[in-house]
């Protein structure tokens, strides 16, 4: 009677445990959008240069325009650059324009109320090896290193005014400074060039390596020409410390005219994500790569063809920074700029 039972179960039985194994394989395929990791893009749009506008994703590829495309602070102005700081505030980074002696800070609990924090003032005539600069603070960038307790502050700065005639002169004397602080109320020393290679670079920002070092993604800011086919492109090298010493940078991760680069991991941590603009307020692109030495391939998007297309960025977004986000802190955002 039991071994009749148990045959008569035995079908049910299998159908129980297919639909558990089932169960358990959607589970483990559920969309990084279902996970609890998000992303915030603090960034510009053509047309308001400089202002404060959020986009947000749960997959690092699909992009929402918060606050139905208003600005989010009506204080802030820069070439949005954000960094999570040893308190667990996150500190914002800008300038009124290249022409403000001032380097500016802004700090945050919440992503959502920026307030002034202070300002940093770099002696630019103290710069060694970047002789006569001109007072020019070119997008400043943040990160915050957890090894060391220190922000690094980076910019650029030129030493060869431009003209009519040859503008770009003075973009190929664009040269990346860095200074380094506790607080971003004291700064150890005057700036210094980050790098050490004759190459104008600008749009520098930083990225700990999980194989070890760190990584500086720059944008080659030489025209592109038959000498410098790299020309206005982004590029990534790679050293032992936060200051290097770096080597010159690898091939092209874009192609030409792109600039402002941000980067991402992708919720899985298996990837990562490049952005880059192609100027000025055209579009995004972005390029892929399993380990930030490569191999980086272009991903399709902005196409006009929905179909063709692996990501969506918000139509006009310009120079910014993405940074993960936990859901918790994408659904607060959502609440206070909502559509």
Known sequence: ??????????????????????????????????????????HMMKGDYGTLYYSISTDGLHWTFLNKGKPVSSDYHGHASIAQGPDGRYYLVGNKSDDDPLIRFWVSDDLIRWEPFGTYQPDLAKVKNHPHALQRIGAPKLFFDKPSGQFLLMWHTPNVPGSDEDPERYWASQRTLYALSKDLKTFTAPPKRLFTWDMATIDTIMQPNPAGGYCAIIKDER?????????????????????????????????????????????????????????????????MAPRLEG?????????????????????????????????????????????
């Open 1 to 42: 009677m039991v071994k009749g039972i148990l045959r008569a179960l035995a079908p049910m039985l299998f159908v129980l445990g297919a639909g558990q194994a089932m169960a358990q394989a959607a589970e483990e395929a559920k969309p990084a959008a279902e996970s609890e990791k998000a992303y915030l893009f603090a």
């Open 223 to 287: 025209y592109p020409s038959y000498n410098w086919t790299t020309g206005k492109t982004i590029r990534i090298t790679c050293g032992p410390t936060l200051t290097g010493p770096f080597p010159e940078p690898g091939p092209p991760l874009s192609p030409n005219f792109r600039e402002a680069p941000t980067l991402i991991r992708s919720p899985d941590g298996g990837d990562w994500y490049l952005y880059y603009e192609q100027y000025a307020g055209t579009s995004y692109g972005l390029s």
């Open 295 to 339: 191999p980086w391939y272009q991903v399709s998007g902005n196409s006009g063809i929905p179909e063709w297309n692996r990501y969506e960025m918000t139509p006009g977004a310009r120079h910014g920074s993405m940074l993960p986000i936990s859901r918790a802190q994408y659904d607060a955002l959502v609440k206070a700029f909502p559509n």
